[in-house]
């Protein structure tokens, strides 16, 4: 069986490997599309595939949209051309179940896959046309944090944002310059009201976006590039939104495992294409069965009916509280812990991790006893509930084959985030003491230990890959495992520095314990568990 429409056609193949199809007319909604564009989505990896694609799949069953989305991608054109295209834009969502049984669904929502390029004339010209369309509602986004970023370390623009906003429309070729570009086009094709909604999982991420989009608006303006009407189109909430979304479903790179199954029921297009630019890419995508998406609801030209697929849509501080449950106390905080100490322990499936007692009690410390006193409730999620789906179904899951060595990549750019938040609420509570916050430092001492780049069997292993590890292992290359060395003397650089942490651990005071934490993680061979199992028994 291949991911073609032609051998859609053939039902009772796919049916007897268990593999549920499109229930729309594909070419009807394809032809609509065409004629009425609505969605277009930037970004066509794993997590496009896996959600928003599904979710508008289920509207197209319902009979309750007419038209699908079109797939856009600007960074790597190669996925369009490699992974999209031979495949007539169908997609195969594997959903893995902690009960250990999979879904197998055909996904069939996208209309069309483009390339951002301003180089291929045809697929330019054709988002030309998509932008000018009134019909266009959403534009929505997966390209990561730093997609939107047009400035350097320094704080500058970047030397092809600065050549773009020299360029102007005509001539702007950087991601955000060619997105820029063609909302200018919609300005002076009608300037019809749209939504430009970043679904990527960070603080703020419709902000974000504005502020990139924005950024060219007045340099273009500014230089006489663009129509003095056109920034204020861009500002005005009526004309182009931004609103702010919280995302969360776990979509890991394409697994050999899963690629087995899929074979062993008949299904052939199961090969891994790694990209030029090193994407990893398949025709099937493997997934978690838990997603939430939560959008602010502020769509000035209407917006696709995806509360029937179970999108929530509220009011942005809504947004934002659950954004704040999420990476602050209920999921990401609990993954850092897991990434970490999973490291130490020689872990390589999250999922194993949590048939270990004392990480499982290290994690429901951290999430119940230290995380939830301080977490506002945004009334459309529980946050006890949302934990505890975490820790029983979702990072339990046998088969999900995600690791802590992917989610330790770039600790240091979390913590500040998810343990410093926290940190900063006992502060400024009159009820809360911080001093009895004894596990959120220890994954701060640990991650310190995990630093030094061997584990708890003194064995050499890989630190992830973190902008800032260069930096720490200088700082901490005196340091040797059942070796003695001044402990405060090595550290003070580090847990001073609010960068990382969100706060100054001594002035928090937390400095002086996770010191002595971290002294009894180094104690020798075996001593992060033994440090695990002294602090856990008193809990």
């Known amino acids: 069986m291949h991911l073609l429409d032609s051998e859609l056609k053939n039902k009772e193949q796919w049916e007897k490997a268990g593999i549920a199809l499109p ?15 609505q969605w277009i989505h930037f970004g066509a990896g794993n997590i496009f595939r896996a959600f928003p694609a599904a979710l508008q799949q289920n509207l197209l069953n319902k009979g309750i949209e007419k038209t699908g989305i079109i797939v856009a991608e600007g960074y790597d054109y190669e996925i369009i051309r490699r992974a999209y295209r031979p495949q007539d834009d169908l997609s195969l969502l594997v959903t893995l179940k902690a009960n250990g049984t999979i879904e197998k669904t055909v996904i069939g929502s996208l209309a069309e896959s483009l390339t951002v390029d301003r180089h291929d004339a045809e697929d330019w010209n054709r988002l030309q046309e998509i932008f000018a369309a009134d019909s266009l509602q959403m534009v929505s986004f997966t390209i990561t944090e730093k997609g939107y970023s047009i400035t350097g370390p320094d704080g500058s623009f970047r030397s092809d944002v600065a050549a773009d906003f020299e360029a102007g429309p005509e001539g702007a070729d950087s991601y955000i310059g060619k997105l820029a570009a063609l909302c200018y086009w919609r300005y002076t094709h009608g300037a019809a009201p749209v939504a430009l909604v970043s679904m990527d999982n960070c603080s703020h991420n419709g902000d974000k976006l504005f502020a990139a989009v924005d950024a060219y608006a007045k340099a273009w ?28 479903k776990i979509t890991p790179r394409p697994d050999d495992s899963v690629k087995k199954m899929l074979e062993e029921c008949g299904f052939t297009d199961t090969e891994n294409i790694v990209t030029s630019k090193n994407t990893y890419v398949a025709p099937f995508v493997n997934a ?8 602010e609801n502020a769509f000035p030209n209407g917006r696709p009916a995806l509360e029937n697929s179970g999108v929530m849509f509220t009011e942005r501080e809504t947004v934002e509280r659950v954004e704040r449950m999420k990476v602050c106390t209920c999921l990401n905080p609990l993954h850092t ?38 977490v506002t409730d945004p009334g459309i999620l529980s946050p006890k509930k949302f934990i505890d789906e975490v820790i029983q179904v979702r990072v339990p899951n046998p088969f999900m084959p995600d690791t802590p060595q992917r989610i330790a990549c770039d600790t240091s750019q979390k913590l500040s985030i998810r343990f410093g938040e926290t940190i900063k609420a006992y502060l400024a509570s ?7 916050l004894k596990f959120i430092p220890m994954v701060q001492a640990g991650w310190c ?19 800032m590890y260069g930096e720490l292992a200088a700082k901490l290359a005196g340091v040797k495992v059942g070796e003695s060395c001044d402990v405060h003397a090595v550290l003070e650089p580090i847990f001073s520095d609010a960068a990382i942490f969100g706060v100054n651990l001594y ?12 002294a009894e993680l180094i104690a020798g061979k075996g001593a992060v568990r033994q440090t695990l199992k002294k602090h856990l028994a008193k809990v």
């Open 23 to 37: 229930e729309f007319d594909r070419e009807a909604m394809k032809v609509k599309t065409k004629e009425t564009p």
């Open 507 to 518: 002035e928090a005071g937390l400095g002086e314990y996770t010191e002595a934490v971290f």
């Open 337 to 374: 812990t897991l990434a970490v100490y999973g490291c130490l322990l020689g872990y390589t499936k999250i999922s194993d991790e949590m048939k270990d007692e004392d990480l499982v009690k290290l994690v429901e410390t951290i999430g119940y006893r230290e995380g939830l006193p301080v």
């Open 430 to 436: 009159s009820e809360l003491d911080v001093k009895s």
């Open 449 to 467: 230990r995990y630093l030094l780049g061997v584990d708890d069997e003194l064995n050499p292993f890989t630190v992830s890959p973190d902008p």
């Open 221 to 248: 303006t500014e230089n006489g590039k663009a129509e003095d009407g056109f920034l204020a189109y861009i500002e005005n909430p009526e004309c182009v939104s931004f609103p702010w979304s919280m995302i969360d």
């Open 288 to 295: 978690e069965e838990a997603e939430y998406l939560v959008i």
